[in-house]
């Protein structure tokens, strides 16, 4: 069966540290891999979006990997801040269904 | 601009009630959709609008109608609904159905009693 699985329910990391949040997949082949913030009671607010033929995309703070062989990203933030907390979701393309998928979630949580 | 916006933000309602969930954007995106979300659970895409016309719809109970007046707007109507439809109701768009990225409203509070 299909499935996407993000590490943890929640990680807790002290500010300044990297955080790296795990999204893994089966029996999919996805032409990308999308990463959302979500805030307790708001809506998913997309962060990065990373190809099948890429490896790695940046975006200040945020660094996203895109693994097809291993089925798996990695999401990491640097520098953490305690605003940085949220729930991280992550979401890939059902192939040729037109149809966005989301992972769990990874609740991060970054102390002072 | 560039936001998703619904209405209500919290909505109570007893199961016997009929109301309406409203969503509006007004990006030129022409594929919308509305998700369901449990606590600690991920979105679940219950419906997709690809120029106004349903494109999607996973088999969700008849007591949900989705409808889409025009471009811009996007309503749920809900009636006989049930204590476990109780929910974060999330409203999207993007530029056409397919496109990677989804913009999301921040999401109608619904309450069944």
């Known amino acids: 069966s299909q499935k996407i699985e993000q590490n943890s329910e929640a990680l807790n990391i002290q500010e300044g540290k990297t955080a790296t949040l795990t999204c893994n997949y089966t029996?999919?082949?996805?032409?990308?891999l999308q990463w959302y913030r979500q805030d307790p009671g708001r809506g998913p607010v997309f962060l990065l979006l990373?190809?099948?033929?890429?490896k790695e995309k940046r975006k200040e703070r945020l660094k996203v990997t895109f693994d097809t062989t291993l089925k798996q990203s990695l999401f990491h933030i640097t520098a953490s801040q305690p605003a940085d907390s949220a729930t991280y979701l992550c979401?890939?393309?059902?192939?040729?269904?037109?149809?966005?998928?989301f992972g769990a979630g990874t609740r991060l949580f970054v102390k002072a | 601009d560039t936001e998703v916006t619904q209405t209500p933000k919290h909505l109570v309602m007893g199961m016997t009630n009929k109301k309406s969930l409203k969503c509006e954007q007004h990006?030129?995106?022409?594929?919308m959709y509305w998700y369901k979300q449990k606590a600690k659970k991920p979105p679940e895409l219950m419906f997709v609008?690809?120029?106004?016309?349903?494109?999607i719809n996973e088999s969700v109970p008849s007591r949900f109608s989705p409808e889409c007046p025009n471009s811009s707007l996007l309503n749920l109507h809900l009636h006989a609904l049930q204590p476990e439809d109780s929910a974060l109701y999330l409203c999207?768009?993007?530029?056409?159905?397919?496109?990677?990225?989804?913009?999301f409203g921040p999401g109608t509070r619904l309450l069944v009693l």
């Open positions: 999207a768009s993007s530029h056409r159905r397919g496109e990677e990225t989804q913009y």
């Open positions: 029996n999919y082949s996805p032409a990308y």
């Open positions: 990373i190809r099948e033929n890429e």
């Open positions: 979401a890939l393309d059902e192939t040729g269904g037109f149809k966005t998928i």
């Open positions: 990006m030129g995106h022409r594929a």
């Open positions: 609008y690809s120029y106004e016309k349903l494109s």
